[in-house]
């Protein structure tokens, strides 16, 4: 079947995952249905302690067995133990057919590749997978389908229980003896906690896994010890390295300065850009370097904005620091700097759901007026892709990226022409994550297009001198460079699907084929 | 012959190495007047013959958009020279920077085997133009001469980073060293009635530093900069362009000038300023430079 951004969607499919090809943006709109909860084991007694020896001793007390579901946050991204650490020892125990339910998997969490090939892992559900995880789904090493979901998806996909967690791992930089969990006061900070707080609503089982256990009570904290089972203190959980870096230096590379350039001039032009607007951006260097350029024109014209949502890093809380911006609202810290601005009283935290969930009565993204975006490619129906790489591997992951696209007034994806010899702006996107309706303009190093759905930004830049071009003259121009690539190859199986937030299926992601010219 | 694009805008001229893809793919984007193609000194020496190779096929198969495609050829005193010349001219290149020049001589040979590669590849005669760099004490003291040692030659430029050695000074970021060269270098282009071109900036680190450096050689008469990095771009761009109330002006002087100049008056105030014929010259540059820049958006 063909669904509302032009992708064939296997009938098998639909039939195996029970779901419904992709039918627009606000196709549920106004949905009604019965959140699912989680089995709740009391305690009453009060000599209880929820403090547990090691990770073996957590996963028997559990339950583990076959088949469950697991759930996972990706706060210490690239320098996460948690994963390993408990699939290790599942692997040792000889369980079988796990599905990972994390908010994210990336390099940190390769090992899991031997896991996926001896059956102990069977599905994975993520926002995507970077290094060696992706290339194995590509190969079709998995037995079950990867589902990619993005951040506010995976919320959704718990409360309305399409996915039941059996038993989620919390890793908390600090925690008390009765599961007070924080995400700041240890050696492995992260300052949110965000996208565990669904696993510790909904999870019949929750284990917080630290390595600064700190005195009763643990106050405030992040998750509640009134949703968690059980405490294991370890020696590491994650390396605070690669958990929140100095922040980047701003980029001095002159293409990503042009873009910054070319997207704060398009922003300030828009009437959007007024006193209380909101805006959300990227890690991306050309991301950082608008909001400084953003910041010293806010200034110029005595403009506030009234909330920031992030992802967030330096410039943005420096915005809070130099009282640009009213308030804050967190859902990960991308370096130290926004990690220790949580402190801040008017730096808030929020939950995955709150700040994406298309599932509830209202997220943040709704109320975005700028979101600035990445992706790796993107075609001439404006349709993005942040997952599959233009070789066919899964490389990314979906993230907010589909959520605050659909959700923001203006949604600016930001990417150079050329990725190297591939074109980033094509004829169709090898993967479809976000679609092209969420996307209204697209800059890149030779030029800007807005998509003619949005003329209302046409009319507003009527004035503006920016190299605008159309989309199919942006592609023309990458053809003319590096040419048109032949087309990826796959095989017929399927082997993950990429879910819209609201759960139909955007795309599927076939095996990987080796590439054979074509022969002429 | 007279070659119309000699007189053309190059406020900004930008340095790459031509053996590096990434660098000469499309520089384009940034909107420098003239890219300078570079096969001397950031070419390794065992590396001649492959920067020739990525250079040739480069101006053969990127459409520039209009940029200016000047190659710097190795020093007349390497046995790399005539080999360049004949790829830049296959390639069909706009012009060639010929480094070290001390005397007209040292264009004239050049000028000849440029002559000889445009017969060999059948490709039109004069059309390829030339620039001298300057960088020694003797090529300052010879500057008129080299100036009009070519109808090909468009302009020269100073170099400052070999000049300095051979005054036996260095580069300070003050100027001071290269004061007198400057000054040299501007009078006799002017003479000649070719362009003038100051030497790079390369400390990246100090964008002040650069941008009151241009401020000077603008303010001294220089028709542009070399530039090692496309930051510096809008910086001298910024500088070299006439600014709105400059055009507004030099729109006025004009017309006032010869509105008056038909009923006999030679003198009179434009925004309070006294104007005669003296000036008319200098609004029509600045409108001519406006225009060539893109911000021209009158009638004259």
């Not at chain 1, 990770?55 to 579901?69: A, P, R, S, Y």
């Not at chain 1, 959700?407 to 980033?424: F, H, S």
């Amino acid at each position: 079947m063909i669904n509302a951004v032009g992708r064939e969607i296997p009938e098998e499919i639909l039939k195996i995952t029970g779901k419904e090809p992709f039918k627009g943006n606000h196709y549920f709109d106004g949905y009604e249905y019965k959140k699912d909860g989680p089995s709740t084991r009391c305690v009453i007694n009060s000599e209880g302690s929820k403090l547990v020896e090691n990770i073996h001793e957590v996963l028997v007390k559990c339950g583990i067995q076959d088949g469950m579901t697991l759930g996972f946050h990706h706060h210490f991204r690239d320098g996460d133990y948690v994963v390993n650490m408990v699939m290790e020892e599942i692997h040792n125990m000889g369980i079988k057919d796990i599905t990972i339910c994390a908010s994210s998997l990336g390099k940190a969490h390769d090992k899991l590749v031997e896991f996926i090939e001896d059956g102990t892992i069977t599905n994975i559900q993520s926002s995507g997978v970077r290094g060696k995880i992706g290339r194995a789904i590509s190969e079709g090493k998995l037995k079950g389908l990867a589902v990619m979901r993005s951040h506010g998806g995976r919320v959704r996909a718990i409360e309305t229980g399409e996915v039941r967690i059996d038993i989620a791992f919390i890793g908390s930089p600090t925690c008390d003896d009765y599961g007070n969990c924080r995400g700041i006061g240890g050696k492995s900070d992260c300052g949110v906690l965000s996208y565990s707080m669904v696993d510790a609503d909904y999870a019949d089982k929750v284990v917080a896994i630290t390595d600064c256990l700190v005195p009763f009570p643990n106050f405030p904290a992040h998750i509640s010890m009134t949703k968690v089972d059980y405490v294991v203190v370890v020696d590491e959980i994650g390396n605070p390295d690669k958990i929140a870096t100095g922040a980047a230096k701003p980029t001095t590379d002159m293409r990503k300065l042009m873009m910054a350039d070319y997207c704060t001039q398009f922003v300030v032009n828009t009437p959007y850009f007024k006193d209380g607007f909101s805006y959300q951006t990227g890690v991306g260097g050309a991301s950082i370097a608008s909001t400084i350029s953003l910041s010293k024109i806010m200034k110029e014209r005595n403009i506030r904005m009234k909330f920031g949502v992030g992802g967030l890093t330096k410039p943005m809380c420096d915005l809070l620091e130099n009282n640009q911006v009213d308030a804050l609202l967190d859902t990960q810290d991308f370096d130290l700097n926004a990690v220790e601005s949580v402190i801040n009283p008017r730096h808030f935290r929020i939950s995955a759901g709150e700040y994406a969930d298309p599932f509830n009565k209202g997220a943040v993204v709704n109320k975005l007026d700028f979101v600035i975006l990445a992706a790796l490619e993107v075609d001439v129906n404006f349709n993005c892709n942040v997952v599959v790489g233009s070789d066919g591997i899964i490389t990314g992951a979906q993230g907010g990226h589909p959520d605050t696209a659909a959700g923001a007034k203006c949604t600016i994806v930001i990417a150079p022409l050329l990725q190297g010899r591939i074109p980033a702006i094509c004829t169709d996107v090898t993967t479809v994550t976000t679609p092209g309706e969420s996307i209204d303009v697209v800059i890149t190093d030779y030029g800007i297009a807005v998509n003619p759905r949005r003329q209302d930004l046409i009319d507003a830049m009527k004035n503006v001198d920016l190299p605008f071009k159309t989309i199919e003259e942006l592609r023309d121009i990458a053809y003319s460079i590096v040419g048109e690539p032949e087309r990826v190859q796959f095989d017929d199986k399927v082997v993950g699907i990429i879910e819209g937030r609201d759960g139909t299926v955007m795309d599927v992601v076939r095996k990987i084929k080796k590439f054979e010219f074509s022969g002429e | 012959m007279i070659n119309l694009v000699k007189k053309r805008l190059r406020r900004t001229m930008m340095f790459l190495n031509a053996q590096k893809p990434g660098l000469i793919k499309d520089p384009y984007i940034y909107r420098p007047d003239s890219i300078i193609l570079d096969l001397e000194d950031a070419v390794a020496e065992n590396q001649k013959d492959a920067a020739r190779f990525s250079l040739y096929h480069a101006l053969k198969e990127i459409d520039y958009r209009g940029c200016e495609r000047v190659v710097r050829i190795n020093g007349l005193d390497t046995p790399y020279w005539q080999e360049d010349i004949r790829c830049a001219v296959a390639g069909g290149c706009d012009a060639i920077r010929i480094p070290k020049v001390e005397c007209p001589k040292d264009v004239h040979r050049v000028e000849e085997e440029i002559l000889k590669a445009e017969k060999d590849f059948g490709m039109p005669e004069g059309m390829i133009l030339i620039m001298a760099a300057i960088e020694s004490a003797r090529g300052v003291m010879k500057a008129l001469d080299i100036c009009e040692a070519s109808d090909r030659l468009f302009g020269i430029a100073l170099s400052g980073g070999d000049y300095t050695k051979d005054l036996q000074t260095r580069i300070t970021g003050t100027g001071i060293e290269l004061m007198g060269a400057r000054q040299n270098l501007i009078i006799a282009a002017r003479a000649a009635k070719v362009q003038c071109f100051d030497t790079v900036y390369t400390n990246l680190d100090d964008m002040e530093g650069f941008q009151r450096d241009v401020e000077t050689i603008h303010l001294m008469g220089f028709d542009g900069k070399s530039i090692v990095n496309p930051r510096q771009i809008p910086i001298v761009h910024d500088i070299f362009t006439p600014s709105g109330k400059d055009i507004i002006f030099a729109e006025k002087v004009v017309r006032e000038i010869e509105e008056k100049k038909e009923m006999g008056i030679g003198v009179f105030t434009v925004d309070g300023k006294m104007i005669d014929i003296a000036f008319y010259d200098g609004a029509r540059r600045t409108i001519e430079l406006a225009k060539a820049s893109g911000v021209y958006k009158g009638d004259l």
